[in-house]
């Protein structure tokens, strides 16, 4: 149910458990655009970051910017492993890393806001949602 996947999602925000980013990601992807929303609220409430992300978007719009959001998540995974090894964090550690997971350009880490959301942003997604309804139901055949 997306009200539960939402309440889990906001209770992860209120924790401020930066731990739990990855989690969060996972969910811009999700089939219900409420708990997309959610997810990135309450990563841009974490991070103060959106990286170009907008719920409402289709799956192939929101791809780029769900892998800026992964490769956001494996880099400071790889930040806190050398910090807890007392190892400086390199620049080159951070291009390794994008060059492993086939990212070289910079395009994956433009952040378009961080500006959070804002009910503007959730009226932008019931209207997309509509207006995806409305072409699914104009290009049904009579008599379906």
């Known amino acids: 149910m997306p009200a539960q996947r939402i309440d889990a999602i906001q209770a992860a925000a209120r924790s401020e458990d930066p731990r739990l980013i990855s989690a969060l990601v996972d969910r811009l992807d999700d089939e219900d655009v409420s708990v997309r929303m959610a997810a990135i609220q309450a990563l841009m409430e974490l991070t103060g970051k959106r990286l170009g992300y907008a719920g409402w978007a289709s ?76 072409r699914r139901a104009s290009s049904r055949q009579p008599g379906e």
Do not use: C, H
């Open 59 to 134: 799956l192939e719009e929101r791809r780029e910017s769900v892998d800026a959001w992964r490769n956001y998540v494996a880099i400071r995974a790889a930040k806190a492993s050398r910090e807890t090894e007392g190892q400086p964090s390199l620049q080159s550690d951070v291009k390794g890393t994008m060059r492993e997971r086939g990212l070289t350009g910079q395009r994956q880490f433009r952040q378009v806001s961080s500006v959070p959301a804002t009910s503007g942003d959730f009226r932008m997604a019931r209207s997309a949602s509509e207006r995806t309804n409305q």
